[in-house]
Structure formats: structure tokens, C-alpha cells
């Protein structure tokens, strides 16, 4: 992973078998970053999305391997305990064209990925909402 910083704006470059959300926290972490948008495109051919079942308050994985473009990457940076929480969404689509998306649980990159990150002031913290039992953001 390479990157670099313009104004408010980190720009990052993942490469061949690097992996989208640990790098993504990794920045963070590096950089502490507390509150960020991220968008970003590239090419995996190994990616788990995540579908949450309201019954049982779990992302169920399914893992898509073949050859995908990322056609979208979007999320956001916050905190949660103290630690940098990534939620992040992904839309991919293969040489069918048949689109697959959801909430991004893994995505190793096969070509290269970029990313930006754009930061803001100040600091947005998650809790738990044990009526849907998912982190939500707290104000």
C-alpha cells in the first residue's frame, strides 16, 4: 500500500493481494483518523459481502471468486471504543455483468485499488442499538 495526503484527503493505492479493509483501518490507525468518507474502484477476484439477517443481527458472509471490477467502494471512518471502525459497502460486477453488493466483510485486490479518503473535523463516536443490534452512529 502506498498513499498520500492533499489537504484533508488521503489517496491510497493497494496492490496485488492486499486487502481492502485492513488496509483502510491500517491508514487510520497510522494517521488517526477519527471521522472520514471513503470511495474508491479497483479490481478483486476474491471478495466476501455481507447481508445482515435481522433475525439473528449477523453479517452472512458469501464469497465470490472469479474476476470482478469494483465498480464502488463506499463507506465511512468513525470510532468505536476508542478504535477506528470502518463501514464500508461494496458493488462489484464480473465479465457477465452480473452485480454483486453489500455491506464489505474481505476484498483482496487482484490488480490494484484506489481509494481516497476524505477527513473531517472532530469526532463521531458508534453504539450499540440492542433493538436492531447494530453499531449506530452516537452524536
Same mark, same amino acid.
Do not use: W
Given at each position: 500500500?502506498?498513499?498520500?495526503?492533499f489537504?484533508?484527503?488521503?489517496? *491510497?493505492? #493497494?496492490e /496485488?493481494? $492486499? $486487502?481492502? *479493509?485492513?488496509s483502510?483501518?491500517?491508514?487510520? $490507525?497510522?494517521?488517526?483518523i477519527?471521522?472520514?468518507? /471513503?470511495?474508491? #474502484? =479497483?479490481?478483486t477476484?476474491?471478495?466476501t459481502?455481507?447481508?445482515?439477517n435481522?433475525?439473528?443481527?449477523?453479517?452472512e458472509? +458469501?464469497?465470490?471468486?472469479?474476476?470482478?471490477?469494483?465498480? %464502488?467502494? !463506499?463507506? %465511512?471512518?468513525?470510532?468505536l471504543?476508542?478504535?477506528?471502525? &470502518? !463501514? &464500508? !459497502?461494496?458493488?462489484?460486477?464480473? $465479465?457477465? =455483468?452480473?452485480?454483486? =453488493? =453489500? !455491506? #464489505?466483510l474481505?476484498?483482496?485486490?487482484?490488480? +490494484?485499488?484506489? &481509494?481516497? @479518503?476524505? +477527513?473531517?473535523?472532530?469526532v463521531?463516536?458508534?453504539? #450499540?442499538?440492542?433493538?436492531?443490534? @447494530?453499531n449506530?452512529l452516537?452524536?
Open positions: 500500500m502506498e498513499y498520500k495526503k489537504g484533508n484527503t488521503y489517496i *491510497m493505492r #493497494l /496485488v493481494g $492486499e $486487502e481492502i *479493509m485492513e483502510i483501518k491500517k491508514i487510520a $490507525e497510522c494517521e488517526k477519527a471521522l472520514a468518507e /471513503v470511495n474508491g #474502484l =479497483g479490481a477476484d476474491d471478495v459481502i455481507g447481508v445482515r435481522p433475525n439473528t443481527n449477523q453479517y458472509p +458469501t464469497e465470490y471468486k472469479g474476476r470482478f471490477e469494483i465498480a %464502488n467502494i !463506499h463507506g %465511512n471512518i468513525t470510532m471504543n476508542g478504535e477506528p471502525f &470502518i !463501514h &464500508i !459497502h461494496i458493488g462489484c460486477g464480473n $465479465e457477465k =455483468g452480473e452485480y454483486r =453488493g =453489500g !455491506h #464489505l474481505k476484498c483482496i485486490i487482484s490488480a +490494484t485499488a484506489e &481509494i481516497f @479518503i476524505t +477527513t473531517y473535523e472532530g463521531v463516536d458508534r453504539k #450499540l442499538d440492542d433493538k436492531i443490534g @447494530i449506530v452516537k452524536f
